[in-house]
């Protein structure tokens, strides 16, 4: 029997000063504690086939693991495995093939030693000392130094727990952990399914692990310790589950002296100690302090709430296109009698206050935040990396990304997990609001008859297995990243509710205790967010649409699921497809079908079908995705366009299915799994200006959406058409005014278009002016012929375009690109920063705009951001276009 801690050893520990404390679930990350360090380095594995002792001796120094291999901390088990060259990429081609899944291997294939030895010397009498994970998946046994830290099996992928061991640090300071990992009780049968054969649902965990249909099998269903492992060090009393409620009453705007707001704050203390600790909770807030004065009784906790705190003249946080995202800092600490500080945690808060409200004329739920109703343009989100290859670059890159879409919100789906406090941090910062699914999907969760599951409906629709681990998870979860500014909505699941004894406690019970001021929604496509009175599933549609779809037909009122496609360039497509493998689709208009090649299938490729050829005869695999990119471009600006268009008549929000991929899948995605944005980013970026001009492609009009608090007059609205050869022709311009958060109709130019586009389709340039003659919003389109094709784009001559490029500041650039006045425009023109030697692109880069059209005459500015890490001496500007051949200019200094 291994050398546990149990009850009737605590006696011996209580008389040293402190307790052992069994796993406890705690707030030990998300806010920065006193005295913290990650245990990310340093660790080896061995299969547990190969491991002939148990954790005792494993954690004891005198165990050899010199045979073991290096291991991944944070990761899984196939990161481990990848990581050491022993499967090959499972992003590339169809390698994932060749690597074993677990539900034909059985479970120990992927059962794994994790050790990792450290140094820490014991701490001074009534300190203390914290092994914490905060995630591991499934369930583990964890040793330290020839001790069992758990009493039971530790189990729950989504539960942080955390090990005094005080008692247990190695007086010479060298330590050894080791910590046995088993996969998901249930990994499922990957057959092919969404979410396999369901069986993966029965986990409170993953379901995307199985397989859907924009991703293949992750074949360890990402066992392992896959979020961060610290050890930390406080006095005699902890700090856990701050909790920080900020309340901004009345209706404000973005500037001006604001009226003041309140700031409630609360935290939970624990004393493992066998003595009363008395002393001062303080936290400070914008120069100020505020403290209370405490005594804790041994071996217990309390809550500790202060009273409300008036913060004058706040600095308030708005989502993105709305106003900025100020952040405070706010330290909370306790100071022991004696003045010695115990624990110290550091969160940063958003003062803004989020409300929602019924939406009788949309018949869809409504956002507010501070008092003003902000329209939703949203992004659904699976997760960052399919592996749980997490990182603080990473997640800013990608929710930038988001916020160059100008979205305002992203959808966690719930097929994966409530994300990482990371994640939250990028998007406090960028000002994207969260609408977090819990864990469930209709799919795997019985809300359809599905032949591939192997349980029938109603066994599926008591998934999970254990209820009480999905609460129990759901209450951490949500004490982990509650204090976030952007966290808005809470969702029971994605298209079904949990089963009913979990929908009612989240609801009624933990929700109200834990985090009561934000919006909770029994599942993501309920009547009581938007009221479904077309029928179907209350989502969609998906996939390419008629840009008629997306302005004229009315869909859902806040429409949780809709778009799909999002095929990435050429140069994205080598990095993951073998070169004997970049073979275009061939769509055949007899039969309706597509011929695809075995590898772009394995990667999810969504038909383009008939949008490809209205550009003209497909040349190869390059000129292809090249063409897709108009196709997407024209899908996104149109669907963004189309649904802002009915703003507060026909809709509350849209949330686009989807903006991103954690694996090399070739739909949905804004930009490629190795941070390469593709149109999709910029025809959203377009259309989903907080202030635009925009075309009715259905009946001409022209239109405005204002989704700013500010109205706007004396602009001079210009309509032009452009030929193929760059020859304009006013059709008119007139002054326009238009209110606050609205859309409104201003004329059609239906005719008129039709009669320009008629023999080889047009370019329609919009603008709206300013005073000083500069364009608030500009927006130019490309028209098709009669027969619906572009004709006149395959005629166009090459342009004259003038690139130059110089360094404006560190790590940002400045293009400049001029069109000569009696030029044809330079069409759709695609830039990238490139290494000098290799041609290759440096990522992830930040546009100010791309797959840009530059008029005759005109000049635009294209800012660029890079990595940091860059060199600047080795760096070139790539730009080519639908008429623009490839150049590469270089950089000069400013």
Known sequence: MSQSLFPKQLKSILSQGYLFALPICCLYNQAKAQSSYELNTGWKC???????????????????????????????????????????????????????????TGPDYYTYWFVKDFKE??????????????????????????????????????????FNVTAFLAKDGNNRLAVLVHPPDVVGNANGGQGGDGTIARNVGLQYTAGWDWIQPVRDRNTGIWDKVTLQKTGAVRITDPHVVTLVPGIRFPDGPQKPAIIQVSAELSNPTATEIAGV??????????????????????????????????????????????????????????????????????????????????????IEVNGQKIFIK??????????????????????????????????????????????????DKYGLLVFQDLWGSGDCNGRWVDPMKLDDQWTRRKYPDDHKLFLQSAEDQIKMVRNHASMAIWCGGNEITPPEDILLALRDTILPKLDNTRWFVDYSNSDSMSHNTIGDNGDGPYGIQPLSVFWEYKTFPFNSEVGSIGLSDYESLKRFIPTEHLNPPVYDEKSKKTKTDEVWDYHKYIGYDTSISKYGTVKNAEDFAFKAQLVNYDQYRGLAEGFTSHMWDWYTGFIIWKTQNPWTAMRGQMYDYYLDPNACLYGLHKGSEPFHIMYNPVNGMVMVANNTFKARRSMMLVVKVYDMNGKDSL???????????????????????????????????????????????????????????????QKMKQSNLTVKAKYIGEDKLEVTLDNSQNSNLAFFNRLSLVDAETKTRLLPTFFSDNYVTVLPGERKRIIIDYPAKADKKNLLVAISGWNTQLTYTTIGNN
């Open 378 to 427: 949203g992004g659904d989100w699976i997760i960052s990396d399919e592996m749980l290859r997490f990182s603080d670059a990473r997640y800013d890159a990608e929710i930038r990304f988001h916020r160059d879409m100008n979205l305002n919100l992203i959808r966690v789906w719930g097929g994966a997990m409530i994300e990482r406090p990371e994640f939250f941090d990028a998007c």
């Open 281 to 366: 909770v303080k936290y400070e807030l914008d120069g100020k302090t505020i403290s209370k004065a405490v005594t804790i009784k041994p071996a217990s906790k309390q809550l500790v709430s202060f009273n409300d705190y008036t913060l004058q003249n706040p600095k308030l946080w708005w989502p993105n296109g709305y106003g900025p995202q100020n952040l405070y800092d706010l330290k909370i600490s306790f100071v022991a009698n004696g003045n010695k500080l115990s624990d110290q945690q550091s969160i940063k808060i958003g003062v803004r206050q989020l409300t929602s409200e019924y939406n009788e004329h949309t018949g869809s739920r409504q």
């Open 731 to 793: 059709i008119t311009q007139v002054f326009a005014d238009i209110g606050p958060t609205t859309t409104k109709k201003y004329f059609s130019i239906k005719q008129e278009i039709s009669d320009a586009a008629t023999k080889e389709g047009v370019f329609l340039s919009l603008q709206l002016l300013d005073t000083d003659k500069k364009p608030i919003t500009e927006n130019v389109y490309w028209i098709a012929d009669h027969r619906g094709d572009y004709s006149g784009l």
């Open 121 to 162: 010397t014991p701490v001074q009498k009534g300190d203390q000392v914290y092994l914490n994970f905060r995630g591991v998946n499934y369930s583990c046994d964890v040793f330290l130094n020839g001790h069992k830290l758990n009493q039971n099996i530790q189990k729950g992928m989504f539960l942080r727990f955390s």
């Open 46 to 104: 061995a299969p547990i086939a190969e491991v002939k002792t148990d954790g005792v001796k494993l954690s004891q120094a005198a165990f050899e693991t010199n045979t073991w291999v290096p291991a991944t901390v944070p990761g899984t088990v196939l990161t481990t495995l990848l990581n050491n060259k022993k499967v090959p990429d499972p992003f590339f081609g169809m390698n994932n093939e060749q690597i074993p899944d677990i539900y034909k």
